[in-house]
């Protein structure tokens, strides 16, 4: 059996149906399952195919599952005391984190000084980001790409450098079938155009 064949006791979805179907969940709809080990490496893979010049794979995954999910939502209980946040709001989001059934943290383990630089780096950090919530999606779950804030805690506990980044933190897991309805996506004509030499021409598909 092929990766891609591979699903949840199904195949998996076709490739195309895939990319236009696909659409984020917020965290509060994501349950219980998520991908298992194999699926997992499935999803790790697909991240390992993302464009990247120079072949310098510049990126770092960090699966957080299980207790690491409890674990985690610690250190962001730690982060956000000292702020100006109430009690009630700061109980929310730290027990919005451990509910959450499984994190993937998206790093940009950049190679300094390199012929390719840094913000290429990123980009295929990016990319690999994009390509894991493409496998998630095929593979019948569900996830949403947020953003990290650059903080000490954080950074130690990934293993990153300073010159590191986090581009997106993914929360995974299986949607909650009964409130989910098809995103609704704008035309690509709107923002595409045809070269002429006589200048751009609105895509109209002639
Ligand atoms: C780099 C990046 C960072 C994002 N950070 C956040 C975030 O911190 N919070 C948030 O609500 N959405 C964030 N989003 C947007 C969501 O992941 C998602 O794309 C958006 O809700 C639209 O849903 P869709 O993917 O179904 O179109 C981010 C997207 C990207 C590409």
């Not at 697909?46 to 990126?59: C, E, I, T, V």
């Not at 980044?165 to 996506?185: C, D, F, H, N, Q």
Request: glycine share 8%; charged share 25%; proline share 6%.
């Amino acid at each position: 059996m092929s990766l891609i064949e591979k699903g949840r006791g199904r195949p998996a979805m076709d490739a195309i149906e895939a990319l236009l179907t696909r659409r984020s969940y917020v965290r509060s709809l994501l349950r219980h399952p998520v991908p298992g080990d194999e699926e997992l490496e499935t999803i790790l893979q697909a991240a390992m195919s993302a464009p990247d010049h120079g072949n310098l794979k510049p990126w770092r995954f960090v699966v957080v599952r299980g207790q690491g999910m409890g674990d985690l939502s610690e250190v962001v209980r730690e982060i956000y005391s000292s702020r100006d946040i109430s009690d009630a709001d700061l109980r929310a989001f730290v027990e919005e984190i451990a509910d959450t059934p499984m994190m993937i943290f998206v790093c940009a383990e950049v190679v300094s000084g390199h012929r390719i630089p840094v913000l290429e780096q990123q980009m295929s950090a990016a990319a690999a980001c994009q390509q894991m919530l493409l496998a998630i999606h095929a593979l019948g779950y569900g996830a949403i790409w947020h953003t990290v804030e650059q903080h000490p805690l954080v950074w130690r506990q990934l293993g990153l450098a300073e010159k590191d980044s986090v581009v997106g933190v993914l929360s995974v897991g299986t949607p909650e079938p009964v409130k989910i309805r098809p995103r609704k996506r704008r035309s690509f004509t709107s923002v595409t155009w045809e070269w002429e030499a006589a200048g751009l021409r609105p895509w109209d598909g002639g």
